[in-house]
């Protein structure tokens, strides 16, 4: 079969024509007797034709599917096919090509889930070590309250320190709740052109109280008519939340400046405080999912709310950048798209 395997379809076609030709050329000098004998011969000769094509055929069918074979075994190795040729114009190749895309696909899909399952798996950690705490204060107060005899004095404080304990998991849960909505895409944004100055205000609102007990003086800079395409329920928890992290590292009797100003393609909002600073290395860990540096591990949260702020903004397709000098305040930045 190998010698046969020299001989192209185009070859075969050509000797079939030409052996057409000569005998259709050839016809009226040949005597009637010879006919008798060429006619079968040309018939055998035809024949003869047929047989290879057909054994060309079956060879070329019978290497495609081979070749095909081939590169599906080495994909299920993990493993390139060694005779895989990606700029030959050929079936095999078109097919190869194919395989190997459905591959890829194939393989970034494993990726991302390996990714998520690592993501739920240190999810489940981190939402562990937060609620253990509380749990276990409350736990231990309650067990005092029971097997102790008090005074009205201290039962009153244990049972506000319960209270305050069960507030923090109140707190944790709905900050989990709204984590969990923003990674799963489970919310929708409703991108309206809205007056972000109203915006900022229900963002102020939610921790005016708490800046007041502080004595921290809030300033705002922005005009009154500003309109910009936002979702202003997520947008103003965004920046309650970068607000309420600057209350709490403010000292009392400190400044929060909140300034708009057009920037670029951007309508950008600069927060900015008398806080504790955040050092340069850590620009970037304090939006990551449950980060609070050491020294302030006694202050209240779960260091969820700057993971947060950015998530919303992100999904408004803008950004947070954040400037800070340690000891003299830190400026978050937030741009939203025009």
């Known amino acids: 079969m190998d010698r046969f395997h020299v001989l192209s379809e185009k070859k075969i076609l050509i000797s079939i024509a ?11 000098y040949i005597p009637s007797g010879c006919l008798r004998v060429l006619l079968p011969a040309a018939g055998l000769i035809e024949l003869f034709l047929v047989f290879l094509w057909d054994l060309r055929q079956k060879k070329e069918q019978s290497d495609f599917a081979n070749d ?19 700029y030959e114009d050929s079936q095999v190749s078109k097919v190869q090509g194919k395989l190997l895309q459905y591959y890829d696909r194939m393989q970034q899909g494993k ?12 999810l489940v950690s981190d939402i562990s070590h937060q609620v253990k705490t509380p749990l276990a204060n409350i736990r231990m107060f309650a ?6 005899r008090l005074s009205e004095e201290k039962r009153a404080e244990f049972l506000a320190t319960m209270t305050a304990q069960i507030d923090k998991l109140d707190f944790l849960m709905q900050s989990l709740i709204k984590m969990s909505r923003l990674e799963t895409g489970t919310f929708t944004m409703h991108m309206e052109e809205s007056s972000l100055y109203d915006t900022i205000a229900r963002a102020v609102n939610t921790i005016w109280a708490k800046a007041d007990q502080k004595q921290i003086r809030i300033d705002v800079a922005c005009d009154s008519h500003a309109v910009v395409k936002h979702d202003a329920k997520w947008t103003a928890e965004a920046l309650g939340n970068i607000l309420d992290n600057a209350v709490k590292y403010t000292p009392e009797g400190g400044t929060i400046s909140i300034c708009v100003r057009p920037w670029q393609f951007y309508t950008r909002i600069d927060i900015a405080d008398t806080g504790i600073g955040i050092a340069a290395a850590h620009y970037n860990d304090v939006f990551q999912r449950f980060y609070r540096e050491a020294e302030v591990a006694g202050e209240e949260g779960v260091g969820l709310g700057l993971y947060l702020a ?3 903004i992100t999904r408004q397709k803008g950004y947070v950048s954040v400037k800070s000098k340690a000891g003299e305040g830190t400026t978050f930045s937030v741009f939203l798209l025009q």
């Open 310 to 312: 950015r998530g919303i």
């Open 111 to 122: 990726e991302q889930s390996e990714q998520d399952k690592q993501t739920v798996q240190e």
């Open 143 to 148: 067990n005092i309250l029971q097997r102790h």
């Open 68 to 86: 095909i074979c081939g590169t599906v075994d080495s994909l299920m190795e993990g493993e390139v096919p060694e005779n895989y040729q990606p």
């Open 18 to 28: 030409l052996a057409l030709l000569l005998c259709g050329s050839l016809w009226e």
